[in-house]
């Protein structure tokens, strides 16, 4: 079974527009990641944090924890159309990763 | 500082045949992860290689095996190939500091199967 979801399952805004994703797990965690997919490819590393973290900005993303409420969000600032992409949240088992199912992400111009 | 290469991009078979998929982690990385992305299930997870053992293991049946070299270069195994099989297999390199860019997985662009 899948440690962590993602909330939408798919989101479509306007270029320049904020776009927000939001993931909640099940069990404790020692950080939480987020991924980016572009359709067809690999996925590419975009930010982590740590269970004692709260918040973490990298550019245009800030990502959020909540470890009382098991959840996560990704906030991407100022979305251009290249932002648009599936978008995984994961968690560390300690021995491997569990992905969610991913929020597609439709930025349109 | 080269990415993580997998071999082939696009791969048919038949029902029934089997497949072998490599990977080439980035230099220095150990721990090679194997996952399984399809549209219904999502990434799953198959497994993880690391100093050449298997070191976690999936919900997968036997007829998907891995190996690992002792350059850190794996191969990926599929068996009597079901219809079910047709995915993107997506392998990722993993270095083991504590934080980023040693920390994570480096993916490659993986290998799409499809099984007729």
């Known amino acids: 079974s899948q440690q962590g979801e993602e909330d939408p399952q798919a989101l479509s805004i306007q270029e320049g527009e904020n776009a927000t994703m939001n993931c909640s797990y099940k069990t404790s965690i020692n950080n939480l990641q987020w991924y980016r997919q572009n359709s067809g490819r690999g996925l590419v590393h975009l930010i982590l944090i740590r269970s004692n973290e709260r918040e973490k900005h990298s550019g245009r993303l800030r990502v959020t924890l909540d470890t009382s409420k098991k959840s996560s969000s990704l906030l991407i600032t100022a979305s251009r159309a290249a932002d648009t992409a599936s978008y995984f949240c994961a968690t560390d088992r300690g021995q491997n990763f569990v992905f969610g199912p991913g929020t597609r992400l439709s930025v349109l111009p | 500082k080269a990415g993580v290469t997998q071999t082939p991009r696009y791969l048919i078979k038949t029902r029934g045949q089997q497949v072998t998929l490599s990977c080439s982690p980035i230099?220095?990385?150990?721990?090679v992860s194997w996952y399984q992305q399809t549209p219904g299930q999502g990434l799953q997870f198959l497994f993880e290689?690391?100093?050449?053992?298997?070191?976690n293991k999936g919900n997968f049946p036997g007829r998907f095996s891995g190996r690992q070299f002792s350059n850190s270069r794996s191969e990926m195994n599929v068996s009597t190939l079901e219809l079910g099989d047709s995915a993107l297999y997506l392998c990722?390199?993993?270095?083991?500091?504590?934080?980023?860019?040693?920390?994570?997985?480096?993916f490659g662009s993986g290998t799409r199967l499809t099984v007729v």
């Open positions: 230099s220095g990385h150990r721990s």
């Open positions: 990722a390199s993993r270095g083991m500091g504590t934080a980023p860019p040693n920390y994570g997985y480096t």
């Open positions: 290689y690391f100093s050449e053992t298997q070191r």
